[in-house]
């Protein structure tokens, strides 16, 4: 099943995460919002709550997961357990697309619950297609990746990150989930050209765009999730809508979350400027068929 | 499939090792050193501190995970008396699952094993009752039979039954009357009580379970708390019956007559899935 095949992958609008403080406003009140996204371990569990929860939101929105260890980049052999519990989830919830992150998470059975950076080089490139193409056979469901902040940049690296980003997705044929905060964050991190990366990114592969906040701790960005969206990822967010279209827009909030208005009004932000910059003539969401 | 590069393999143990350390790589000359070989570091922060960075991040998700899910052994400890079980416990036991959820799975048997906290019961009992929400918490789902269903079993039916216990039920044996233990603590974290006077001693027999989906807990006899743990056992009524009564020191009459009050209770906050006959 080609990826390009899946490109009939729907625009969900801008929605937000779904979080345990908003849980009652929303379930209760079922206020105006386009879709959420849930953490997806924090719903691999036996029932109770978690799931009753998630049942609940289903039935009023549209949801979809987005994993946090899977560590396709690992070393280690992919969690079977998890990848079974996963798959079980994701076929109960029928989302348009699953999503995790490009990076690695623990090593010789140990889970570190970090999204750790991995070298950018052709070897690193070839490992992980390899567990893409596994993952995504095994879900029988379009899977996206998404780049990571990062705080590190390692000796062996051989190429720009959105390079092993983009060689990933083309060869695995993946989806790209394209984390505007992220590629801020590690742009100021590491002095890189934010805007190229947006550019270099292919279009057509993104799926979803993730916005969030972080905090400035002098000497570096640290992707917290505990603020606005500044200035500075807005921009970033307009240059990609200008080139991926009308895209899935998720505004993350996970520490110091606010009240739902505070919240809701980010994502209307997002959907206004996403509006604007597609007003303006931005391509429609490219559709390739193969004859 | 094909085994990953062995580059990768070799950064990402070193990394590993490095990222679990409990101080700062700066004050270790190996570990500087290798972590100098993987990051190169840039104009504000050396190799070294970018990858201090990450274990600083791994120490503050976990011992706050920790945190989260023992919040009364946290008001009991103290904030630095908290950060000195959770990061000796994550040197003892390092995270194995995917999910924080299991992460502290081990802290009950931890604590009541390992010095300092062995020689304070109140640490173990509020480890074993705060792990215990965490088990009921998400346990599977379970439809609990009705009392008449068990009623309606012949009496000489009785004896070789098995009763399945929903699995929520969570049976926690205290050793002192510290049920309440833990709304104080949270009082006392959200600054609404300046003080969190230590529970009398017990014993005492908790049940916890998930009731309408919500979290509950109650004080049962100590009979019927044998009981309860006989079958969740896997023992047949009427061995779990002899069993909780010699636990118990209850005779056979006073066990007998308590029995029925037992089940009529147990059946309505909906701790009983299943009642099956043998065989």
Not at chain 1, 167 to 190: F, P
Not at chain 2, 28 to 52: F, M, P, Y
Not at chain 2, 140 to 168: F, G, N, Q, Y
Request: glycine share 6%; hydrophobic share 45%.
């Amino acid at each position: 099943m080609s990826f390009r095949k899946r490109h009939g992958i729907g625009d969900l609008g801008v929605g937000v995460g779904f979080r345990t403080k908003h849980y009652p406003h929303v379930l209760e009140t079922k206020p105006a919002m386009d879709w959420f996204e849930v953490i997806s371990e924090n719903f691999l569990v036996a029932g109770g709550p978690p799931r009753a929860n998630v049942e609940r939101l289903k039935d009023a929105y549209p949801v979809v997961p987005h994993g946090v260890s899977l560590s396709i980049g690992g070393n280690a052999p992919l969690d079977d357990d998890y990848l079974r519990r996963l798959k079980a989830f994701v076929d109960w919830l029928d989302p348009p697309w699953v999503s995790d992150h490009l990076c690695w998470g623990g090593a010789a059975g140990l889970h570190i619950h970090e999204l750790l950076p991995l070298p950018h080089t052709e070897a690193v490139a070839a490992h992980v297609v390899e567990r893409v193409k596994r993952v995504q056979g095994f879900l029988e469901r379009p899977f996206a990746l998404e780049n990571v902040s990062s705080y590190m940049t390692f000796r062996e690296s051989t190429m720009q990150e959105w390079e092993l980003l983009s060689t990933i997705a083309e060869r695995a044929d993946c989806g790209i989930l394209l984390d505007c905060n992220n590629v801020y964050v590690s742009s100021r991190n590491h002095t890189i050209d934010a805007d190229a990366y947006i550019d270099a990114v292919p279009a057509d592969r993104v799926v979803q765009i993730h916005l969030a906040g972080h905090t400035d701790k002098g000497k570096y960005l640290l992707d917290t999730h505990s603020d606005h969206v500044c200035d500075a990822v807005w921009k970033l967010y307009e240059r990609a809508i200008g080139r991926c279209g009308a895209v899935s827009t998720l505004v993350e909030w996970d520490d110091d979350i606010p009240e739902w208005d505070v919240l809701s009004e980010e994502a209307a932000t997002a959907r206004r400027l996403r509006a604007s910059v597609l007003s303006r003539g931005a391509s429609p969401r490219p559709v390739e068929v193969r004859p | 499939m094909s085994p990953a590069p062995p580059s990768l393999v070799e950064l990402q143990t070193s990394l590993m090792d490095l990222l679990r350390r409990d101080a700062s790589l700066s004050t270790d000359a190996d570990a500087s050193a290798r972590a100098a070989e993987i990051a190169t570091g840039n104009d504000r922060l050396t190799g070294v501190e970018q990858v201090d960075i990450y274990r600083e991040q791994y120490f503050l998700r976990h011992v706050g995970a920790l945190r989260e899910d023992f919040e009364s052994l946290a008001a009991l400890l103290g904030e630095d008396g908290f950060d000195a079980l959770a990061r000796a416990y994550l040197s003892a036991h390092p995270p194995t699952s995917f999910t924080l959820r299991d992460l502290g799975h081990a802290l009950p048997a931890f604590v009541a094993e390992r010095a300092p906290w062995r020689d304070d019961a109140l640490v173990a009992d509020m480890a074993r009752l705060e792990w215990a929400f965490v088990d009921a918490f998400d346990a599977a789902d379970a439809t609990k039979i009705e009392l008449a269903a068990i009623a309606s079993m012949p009496e000489d039916a009785w004896p070789l039954a098995r009763v399945r216990l929903h699995p929520s039920v969570q049976l926690v044996e205290m050793a002192h009357v510290a049920e309440d233990y833990r709304s104080q603590a949270r009082k006392l974290l959200a600054g609404e009580i300046s003080e969190l006077p230590r529970p009398e001693p017990g014993p005492r027999y908790i049940v916890v379970f998930r009731g309408s989906e919500k979290l509950k807990y109650i004080d049962v006899d100590r009979g019927a708390f044998a009981l309860l743990a006989a079958l969740r056992d896997g023992h047949a009524l009427g061995d779990a019956c002899e069993r909780a009564a010699a636990t118990a020191e209850m005779t056979e009459q006073t066990f007998q007559e308590a029995l029925g009050g037992w089940f009529q209770s147990w059946t309505s906050w909906g701790w009983i899935t299943a009642l099956e006959r043998a065989g």
